[in-house]
C-alpha cells in the first residue's frame, strides 16, 4: 500500500494536498480521479478531481458512504 501513494507527485494533486494525502482508488477515462483523503483534518472525505493545468476539485463528499449513496435515488 505504501507503494501506491507514491504513484502521484505532489504537483499533480490539488493545491493543500500533498501526493501521500491522498489514496486514489478509481479513474475515469478522461484525466478524473477519486481518492480518499488520509489527511488528519479531513480524514476519508472523498474527492474527485481532474487534471488538465492543474488538479481541479469538481466533487467532494464527507465519506465514502455517502458517495456510495450519490449514486442511488431515494
Known amino acids: 500500500m505504501r ?16 501526493a501521500a494525502d491522498l489514496l486514489h482508488f ?7 480521479n477519486y481518492a480518499l ?8 472525505k472523498v474527492y474527485f ?6 488538479a481541479e476539485i469538481y466533487g467532494q463528499w464527507a465519506s465514502f458512504e455517502e458517495f456510495l449513496n450519490s449514486f442511488v435515488e431515494e
Open 26 to 32: 478509481a479513474y475515469d477515462p478522461g484525466s478524473g
Open 3 to 18: 507503494k501506491s501513494l507514491t504513484w502521484f507527485d505532489d504537483e499533480v494533486v490539488p493545491a493543500g494536498f500533498k
Open 49 to 54: 478531481y481532474v487534471l488538465e493545468e492543474k
Open 37 to 44: 483523503s488520509l489527511r488528519a483534518e479531513d480524514y476519508g
